[in-house]
C-alpha cells in the first residue's frame, strides 16, 4: 500500500484503488489541527471510525468531539470535515459510497477556523483545493499508531 501526504493535511493510504468502484475505503493519520479535507457534502454517504487519538468532527457547521471508537456516519447531502485534535496523531478509518455526485464546498465558518473550508462556495475541486499543495508520496511511520 502507498502512503501519500494529503492535501490539506495529514497522510493518507487507499485501501480501494479503483476510483470507478462502488465504495472508498481509507485510512487517514491527521496531526493535531491537520483538515482530513475540505468542508464539503458528496451525494452519498460515508462513515468514519477513529482508531486512535482525538479529532473534532464539523458537520453540518456543528463541532463534534472524538475520541478512540467514536464513529460518525454522514448522510447523502451532509456538509462535513474532520480535524486531528489533542497532543498527538489520529487514525481514522474513512468508508463512503461513490456515485456521480461530486458534491460542493460550502462556506462554513466552524471549519474555516481550522483551515478547511473555502472562503466562496464552489462545486469544483481545484478551486477547493488550489491553496494547498499537491499531494506526495509518504513514507509510514510506526508512531502514527499506538
Do not use: K
Not at 493535531?32 to 464539523?58: K, N, R, T
Not at 462535513?80 to 458534491?103: E, K
Not at 466562496?120 to 488550489?130: D, L, R, S
Amino acid at each position: 500500500m502507498e502512503w501519500w501526504h494529503d492535501r490539506p493535511g495529514g497522510h493518507v493510504v487507499s485501501f480501494v484503488e479503483d476510483r470507478e468502484a462502488q465504495v472508498g475505503v481509507n485510512l487517514f493519520v491527521l496531526g493535531p489541527d491537520d483538515p482530513m479535507s475540505m468542508y464539503h457534502w458528496e451525494g452519498d454517504q460515508e462513515g468514519f471510525l477513529v482508531l486512535s487519538g482525538e479529532a473534532l468532527a464539523i458537520v453540518e457547521d456543528e463541532e463534534l468531539p472524538l475520541r478512540r471508537w467514536d464513529y460518525v456516519h454522514c448522510p447523502a447531502g451532509a456538509s462535513h470535515t474532520i480535524v486531528g485534535a489533542g497532543s498527538g496523531p489520529c487514525a481514522i478509518l474513512a468508508l463512503g459510497g461513490r456515485t456521480a455526485d461530486s458534491g460542493a464546498y460550502p462556506y462554513s465558518e466552524p471549519a474555516m477556523r481550522h483551515d478547511a473550508s473555502v472562503e466562496a462556495e464552489t462545486t469544483e475541486p481545484t478551486v477547493a483545493y488550489a491553496r494547498f499543495p499537491t499531494e506526495e508520496p509518504a513514507e509510514f511511520r510506526e508512531e502514527w499508531l499506538p
